[in-house]
């Protein structure tokens, strides 16, 4: 029997419909990268820089108000933000119809979500809550009975969680509810995780939360005013708006940003001293050899044409580059990640709460893999690794109750006592 010309029979792995399943095996649609993709060859440009600028001084207005009311606002900032994130992230695999026939099952992510916020800042923030109420005796005990009862509260708030989600299960609804039970847990990893660091940071010294931060968003500025004007080759796939001329100038911007930022940041003992309890007053403290200019001679090359003979460098400022560095170079591939994110899901932004920028999600990509690495080069780097009397007391005063710390003091007087005599 001849074969029909027009029937197609099976296919070669070369065939026409070999690639054609290849096609429709793929929910996500390749980018075709060309030159009207870049902001130098978009019509719409002004409009949309102008837009993105009106709300970008809004935000940086906000964050330095926040800046100046201090470390325990900066913390409600973060989660504020925390909120926004989860609830766009949340909404990104919400089916309308499966949830209508849920009822209540939107508020099991909110459990477990609010589970995860007591159980990370109890753990971050309890030894600064007790040094706040340190003076007030009956504050003292029920803040001490919080925190010896912390993980053992947050754990059967979880597992309430677990049996809730276990008895809202459906006939026909099993891998929608699943889904969604793995999609929560992964959303309070990537959010809680890079939160965790950033509040470290801030109760570390302000600087090391702020300026990595800054740097971010000057990163991002700079990439966008060296692509919106210079930006003519491609750099991946995933982005077609980025642009090697863009990523390279906000590089070098960023580099010197960083260098003259620390040295600003650096002379204001709000910004660098730590806070170790959760009062909001004025801090003041020795700031350290990083914080201590020194004094450099300029060449004398550069002598003719400055009139300065010497310059004086923050410790800091050092690291600073490094800092920067890393904003410049990795930090950009968290927004990668999220462009790639979003084209598996085919949306444009994870929100639209900002005008001009998408969704908090989208302006948190990048500064979610700065926090952590922010966090990690300050307690490689920076901090000392041998005990000073100053460590060895704060240690004290935030692992030891009252009754101890009396103790110890009585002990040590006892020791002190007997060397002399000895």
Not at 55 to 68: D, K, L, N, Q, R
Not at 101 to 108: A, D, I, K, S, V
Not at 194 to 213: C, D, K, R, Y
Not at 252 to 272: D, E, H, K, Q, Y
Request: net charge positive; charged share 15%; glycine share 6%.
């Amino acid at each position: 029997m001849q074969k029909d010309p027009g029937s197609v029979g099976p296919s070669t792995p070369n065939g026409p419909t070999a690639r054609l399943r290849r096609r429709r095996g793929s929910n996500e649609v390749p980018p075709e990268v060309d030159g009207n993709h870049f902001l130098v060859n978009d019509r719409n440009k002004y409009k949309s820089m102008i837009i993105r600028t009106y709300s970008t001084v809004w935000m940086i207005g906000g964050f330095a108000f926040i800046i100046y009311m201090g470390h325990l606002y900066i913390w409600a900032m973060v989660v504020v933000i925390q909120i926004f994130m989860a609830k766009e992230l949340f909404n990104l695999l919400r089916r309308a119809h499966e949830d209508r026939r849920l009822p209540g099952f939107r508020l099991l992510n909110w459990h477990f979500f609010f589970t995860a916020m007591l159980f990370v800042y109890g753990r971050i923030l309890s030894q600064r809550l007790v040094n706040t109420v340190a003076t007030d005796k009956v504050l003292y005990k029920l803040v001490s009975k919080f925190i010896k009862y912390h993980m053992v509260t947050c754990y059967f708030l979880y597992i309430a969680g677990f049996i809730w989600f276990i008895l809202t299960l459906k006939k026909k609804m099993y891998k929608y509810q699943f889904g969604q039970f793995a999609w929560t847990h992964m959303i309070l990893i990537v959010v809680f995780t890079q939160s965790a660091f950033t509040v470290a940071n801030i109760f570390e010294g302000m600087f090391w939360f702020l300026l990595p931060a800054s740097l971010i968003i000057i990163n991002d500025i700079a990439a966008y005013i060296f692509g919106f004007f210079f930006g003519k080759t491609p750099l991946i796939k995933l982005s077609p708006k980025k642009t090697w001329e863009g990523f390279i100038g906000a590089s070098v911007a960023t580099m010197i940003s960083a260098f003259l930022l620390a040295n600003i940041m650096g002379r204001f003992p709000w910004l660098t001293c730590p806070r170790k309890d959760l009062s909001t007053g004025w801090l003041l403290c020795d700031p350290g050899p990083l914080f201590k200019p020194e004094s450099y001679a300029v060449p004398e090359l550069f002598q003719e044409w400055l009139s300065w003979r010497e310059i004086s460098i923050l410790p800091v400022q050092w690291h600073a580059l490094c800092l920067a560095l890393f904003a410049s170079i990795i930090a950009p591939f968290g927004g990668f990640f999220a462009s790639g994110f979003k084209r598996a899901f085919k949306i444009k932004d994870f929100g639209d709460s900002i005008p001009g920028h998408g969704g908090i999600t989208d302006r948190m990509d990048c500064q979610m893999v700065m926090a952590v690495f922010a966090y990690i080069y300050h307690q490689s780097f920076v901090v000392p690794q041998n005990l000073s009397l100053e460590m060895i007391i704060d240690q004290i005063l935030m692992n030891l109750t009252f009754e101890e710390q009396r103790a110890l003091y009585v002990k040590l007087g006892q020791m002190i006592v007997e060397r002399q005599l000895g």
